[in-house]
């Protein structure tokens, strides 16, 4: 049986009204098509695009053009960027807004990647701060995070986070040496940074959708990090057991409020981990292969048990 | 021939979809608890993250001990070929076994079997049947045996279980087929594009049947698919027959080898294929067929200069963001300026909070990935000027700008 013929099956039997079957019947026809996604995909590649030919046309015609052309027309696009969002964006709310249209969201962004190409420029070009790009970063950072919470943008927050993580990795690169182990930390206080944040202001009732987004960073840059100290054959030890800590957790976390993300973190990033430490001094063929047979079959079966158990699909 | 049965597909996508409408709050909660009591089906399913990491612990399992079986017994080439034969049986009667039997349905290890059995039998009859043999730049018929078998064995898997990437490697093994049979380019980028729309008209003929059930989308994405892929063998600037020589490092085709007739032919082509495509997919109400449409009239504008032998200029892709955010503005005002936000029963209305979900997604990844896309390695013409560090605002958390 079809869903139309389903449809009609149950108006005649009282369980859904004619009203919602017409409405039904008629989404599930395409009647009408929305076009809503094809159209949002259409701008995000426009925006993207223009945004790629800009940056590249600056950089291959700076000398050409000249600074303050190069600088008028940045700027004059940041401008209009930021009139048109402010002078449209709704009233704030700590809740979670939907914006006036959907255009807003494109331009914000659009803003948001020339403010990147014009900051970047200032600094190469006229050296403004000297050498110290982590500071405009920074800068960007704390702007970015405003914007995101404004005008409840995603793309933005997305942005804020990675130039936050740019802003940890620009700053240590300046260090002489052990990189490794300072990146480490310097991921691990990312992650605390961001997840406590995160947390605080979803505690706090700002923008909790946000949360998700946190959370989802937070747990790969942790995994990569403590991964990256599981592979180095000198201080593992605290490392692996972070990391036995950390695949709990996450285990805990998606089991029970039913976010299979974090599930999926926990099995894979556990079981590189784990398997790089029973591995790393085991050389025989035989006995690698064999341990990934018998690893990968009991894996399997608790998979299965969790996912009868908590696995509906989504 | 399919695995599953009408009845239970469609009683699987009609749970699904309760559970978007009672989502989008089309239905009430006491509504969905009793629709759903009566949609209940024996096939199980998972979400899509235990469903990869199944797929993915299925692959090493598998992977692990077909490498223990050769690592431990080390036969000989053609005796390995015919061992991956056994294998690939073993894989395919394990695949239906559980998907049969244990009514697994887009779980993940079936999947992961099926696909190891399509692999072991493209190795194992390769193996078998021309190990030992030398390798010869002319074209040799007999062993595009093999590719056809792969061709065959993954739309059997597609049509059977439904995986949809099956039948892209039933296409991708079709790209593969007329390198074995000629070695004129022209010759193999026509063959390709034949074939796929050989399968196109079957497609086209079987889906009117299919038009509001439970393959609809199935023959929606494949018909998307070999629109892309006759696309793709016609854009000789874009062709997989290129690009392959290029990565391999051996002879390419360079535009100038083609005979200008056929050069000029496909140059009309992937101006006229995709109007075409994007009517149809209009016209059908087809989100995939629009989408491939859409791609294949982006490709064309950024192909167009190369096809032509102009340069390319660092604005293009400017003007190129432009026209897009252009015409989804001009789509989107037209749309909402119509009676009730609908012209001709299209709307720029978001209907399902499944788009909304597919945007929020979207908008945390692509906003992670899209600026160190965009800032890496783009500029480099300049001689004395260079943006160190390009850290700026993630757009591009590390590297060079």
């Known amino acids: 049986m079809t869903i139309i013929a389903r ?87 700590a809740a979670e807004t939907t914006a006036p249209s959907s255009i807003l969201d494109y331009v914000l962004y659009l803003g948001s990647l020339v403010w990147c190409i014009e900051l970047a420029y200032l600094e190469n070009r006229l050296h403004v701060l000297s050498g110290q790009g982590d500071l405009y970063l920074l800068a960007t950072t704390v702007f970015f995070f405003f914007l995101a919470y404004r005008f409840d943008n995603r793309f933005v927050l997305s942005l804020a986070l990675s130039s936050l993580a740019g802003w940890f990795g620009l700053t240590i690169s300046h260090w002489p040496s052990h990189q490794d182990a300072a990146y480490r930390q310097y991921a691990l206080l990312y992650c605390v940074l961001v997840g406590v944040g995160g947390l605080l202001l979803q505690r706090r009732g700002l923008k909790a959708h946000f949360f998700g987004t946190y959370l989802n960073i937070v747990a790969n840059v942790l995994f990569w990090a403590l991964l990256s100290g599981v592979f180095d054959r000198q201080t593992y030890g605290l490392w692996f057991l972070a990391l036995l800590i950390a695949c709990g957790a996450s285990l805990a976390w998606g089991l029970t409020r039913l976010q299979f993300a974090f599930v999926a973190y926990a099995a894979v990033y556990g079981y590189i981990g784990v398997s790089s430490m029973l591995l790393r001094s085991v050389t025989d063929d035989t006995a690698v292969l064999s341990y990934f047979v018998v690893t990968a079959i009991a894996m399997l079966v608790l998979l299965v048990q969790i996912a009868r158990r908590f696995g509906r699909p989504a | 021939m399919r695995l599953y049965s009408a009845s239970s597909e469609e009683t699987l996508r009609a749970r699904r979809l309760l559970k978007d409408w009672a989502g989008d709050g089309i239905l009430t ?49 053609h005796t390995s070929g015919v061992f991956f034969l056994i294998f690939a049986a073993i894989c395919y009667v394990a695949a239906e076994a559980v998907a049969s039997q244990a009514r697994l349905y887009r779980y993940g290890i079936e999947e992961a079997l099926a696909v190891c059995s399509g692999i072991f039998l493209c190795v194992g009859m390769q193996l078998a049947l021309f190990s030992g043999r030398p390798y010869s730049p002319k074209p040799d018929e007999v062993q595009s045996f093999v590719p056809a078998a792969g061709v065959i064995f993954s739309l059997w898997i597609w049509r059977r279980f ?31 594009a034949l074939l796929y729309a050989i399968g196109l008209i079957l497609v086209a003929t079987v889906r009117p049947r299919h038009r509001f059930d439970y393959l609809a989308d199935a023959y929606s994405l494949v018909e998307a698919f070999l629109w892309l892929g006759i696309y793709l063998a016609m854009n000789l600037q874009l062709s ?44 059908q109400k087809d989100r995939f067929v629009i989408a491939a449409g859409a791609i294949v009239a982006i490709l064309t504008l950024v192909s167009n200069k190369p096809y032509l032998g102009w340069p390319r200029h660092t604005w293009d892709p400017m003007l190129l963001g432009i026209l897009l955010s252009g015409i989804a503005l001009f789509v989107r005002r037209w749309l909402d300026r119509g009676p009730g936000g609908i012209r001709h029963g299209f709307t720029a209305a978001r209907l399902s909070g499944k788009d909304k979900e597919w945007m929020n997604t979207g908008s945390v990844v692509l906003g992670l990935v899209a600026p160190q896309s965009i800032t890496a390695g783009q500029q480099k013409r300049s001689a004395d000027f260079e943006f160190g560090g390009g850290t700026s605002g993630g757009g591009g958390a590390s590297g060079k700008f």
Do not use: K
Not at chain 2, 162 to 183: N, R
Not at chain 2, 240 to 267: M, S, V
């Open chain 2, 162 to 192: 439904g995986l949809w990437y099956a039948f892209l490697a039933a296409m991708i093994f079709t790209m593969v087929l007329p390198g074995y049979w000629t070695s004129s380019h022209s010759a193999q980028h026509v063959t390709i």
């Open chain 2, 240 to 283: 997989w027959l290129n690009l392959r020589e290029q990565w391999l490092g051996i002879h390419t085709a360079t535009a100038a080898e083609f005979a200008p007739p056929f050069y000029w032919t496909t140059w009309v082509l992937i101006w006229g294929l995709p109007p075409l495509v994007l009517a149809r997919g209009i016209r």
């Open chain 1, 7 to 93: 449809l009609e099956h149950w108006r005649e039997h009282g369980a859904i009204s004619p009203e919602q079957q017409i409405h039904l019947a008629g989404l599930c026809r395409g009647e009408p098509f929305s076009l809503f996604l094809e159209l949002n995909i259409l701008l995000y590649a426009g925006v993207l695009t223009f945004v790629a030919g800009l940056g590249w046309t600056v950089t291959t015609w700076s000398q050409q053009i000249g600074d303050v052309v190069v600088l008028a027309v940045l700027s004059a696009i940041l401008g209009a960027c930021f009139w048109y969002c402010f002078s449209r964006a709704p009233v704030w709310s």
């Open chain 2, 29 to 77: 909660q006491a509504q969905y608890q009793r629709l759903e009591r009566e949609t209940v089906s024996e096939l199980r399913t998972t979400n899509v993250f235990l469903r990869l990491i199944l797929f993915l612990f299925t692959l090493i399992g598998v992977g692990g001990a077909t490498a223990l079986f050769f690592v431990t017994s080390r036969p000989s080439e």
